[in-house]
């Protein structure tokens, strides 16, 4: 395989260490936000987080950003029941929040039902300004109230990028929609989404392969995407 079809474009950050692993496996990684995120700055929802923090409940986390929010004005453990999507995500609720994860899946649907299934009433979901409907229209039609609490901010960052990618990594909704509201990339490229909402996401811009990560990680993505292609390459003695 050519070295111009051992480039990868990141949508998001990715840890030095992993980008220098790929470096050494042949790949080279280039990284570009296409979004910001930021915690939410108000003396009122600080006020209603630590409020929260003195009471029961059962607690929704579909990112890590609204763990990193929540986490930022709780001072000791809260008394929650969490679910979550992700072990990133459900790693920092441990290591930030000091808490164990009572059920987590790969996607929002799937959380939904590991929520209905626990047999779960009530649920306090802590979101940003963008969220996606799949989760709280599931739990509202499975007869579980869901109280919405939106604890960061998503900015899109658009910018075009100059290079033919063979791979390209998506870890939200919004950075696809972000990325393709000025670029288009090659037909031959194969686009990794780190869950079924983002790969739906790619799909309604791009009719080529999207590939959906076996485990919702961004370490896990670009370990997908190289072994995607060092598949490829043995399979075609490249």
């Not at 739990?139 to 869901?146: D, F, H, K, N, V």
């Not at 990794?192 to 959906?212: K, L, P």
């Amino acid at each position: 395989m050519p070295k111009a079809d051992r480039a990868i474009l990141s949508t998001r950050p990715l840890p030095a260490a992993l980008v220098l692993e790929a470096a050494a496996r042949g790949f080279e990684v280039n990284c570009l936000s296409f979004i910001e995120t930021e915690a939410i700055q108000d003396t009122a929802l600080a006020q209603r987080i630590r409020f929260l923090a003195t009471e029961a409940h059962t607690v929704v986390f579909t990112s890590m950003n609204a763990v990193e929010a929540v986490a930022a004005q709780v001072r000791t453990a809260p008394d929650w029941k969490v679910y979550c999507i992700g072990h990133s995500t459900r790693a920092l609720v441990e290591s930030e929040l000091g808490l164990p994860v009572a059920g987590t899946a790969n996607d929002a649907a799937a959380l939904a039902d590991v929520i209905i299934a626990a047999g779960e009433t009530e649920v306090l979901f802590f979101c940003g300004d963008i969220r996606r409907d799949t989760l709280p229209v599931k739990l509202r039609e499975a007869g579980i109230r869901i109280n919405e609490q939106v604890v960061y901010r998503t900015i899109a960052t658009p910018q075009r990028v100059g290079k033919d990618y063979r791979a390209l990594l998506f870890f939200s909704p919004s950075a696809v929609e972000s990325y393709f509201s000025v670029n288009q990339p090659a037909k031959h490229s194969v686009l990794f989404a780190i869950g079924t909402t983002t790969a739906d996401a790619i799909r309604r811009h791009f009719s080529g392969t999207v590939v959906i990560a076996r485990q919702p990680g961004k370490e896990d993505l670009l370990r997908e995407a190289m072994e995607f292609f060092e598949t490829f390459i043995t399979k075609n003695n490249l």
